[in-house]
């Protein structure tokens, strides 16, 4: 998988920067919906922790897509 989107020309700058694009839009869902009058905080919570989640997977594509244009 990590070679075929090497080969579609998908650089490893790119899934770094979805890292720290989810890590915004996490805090940014968080701060929207907390402002919301019908949202409970929990709700709100789990909105930023779902979005939160796909910071880490972005970086590890990154790190393996680092590896791969090395090769």
Known sequence: MIEMLHNAGIKSEYAYAGG????????????????????SKAQSDRWGIFIGHWAPTF?????????EEKE
């Not at 805090?27 to 919906?33: A, K, M, P, R, T």
């Not at 970086?59 to 590896?67: N, P």
């Open 20 to 39: 720290f694009a989810s890590i915004a839009l996490s805090l940014g869902s968080w701060l929207i919906s907390r402002t919301k009058k019908d949202h």
């Open 59 to 67: 970086f590890a594509l990154g790190v393996a897509l680092k590896l």
